[in-house]
């Protein structure tokens, strides 16, 4: 039997003013110490309706949701340092960074 995955139509606009909205909302989860945001909206936010600010950032970055699959990095290891440039996005359980690097840049061109 195979699995069926949703593909959710990433929407620029939306996410400019998701950016946008988010300005003055971000907060620091004491536990982990990353900064979240509350954006029920978001079709990736968790039960409580919150989003890690970096994953926001890198699919900003990207103009595409990430796949539950996917994980961003802070190259500085600063959970506090959200820049785009600081950001690595990698495939859970290891494939080479330039090899992913290529998959995300042609998912972008085909607008997966």
């Known amino acids: 039997m195979t699995r069926i995955k949703k593909v959710i139509e990433y929407d ?15 907060y620091i989860n004491k536990q982990t110490r990353y900064a ?3 954006l029920p909206e978001h079709p990736k936010s968790n039960h409580s309706g919150h989003i890690y600010l970096h994953r926001l950032v890198k699919e900003n970055e990207i103009e595409s949701y990430l796949y539950d699959y996917e994980v961003v990095q802070h190259i500085d290891v600063n959970k506090s340092n959200n820049l785009p440039s600081n950001l690595l996005l990698k495939r859970r359980g290891g494939c080479k960074n330039d ?5 995300v840049a042609n998912r972008k061109k085909v607008g997966v």
Do not use: H
Request: aromatic share 14%; charged share 40%.
């Open 12 to 26: 620029k606009d939306r996410m400019s003013i998701w950016m946008e909205k988010i300005k003055d909302k971000v």
């Open 99 to 103: 090899d992913y690097t290529l998959i």
């Open 36 to 38: 979240i945001v509350y």
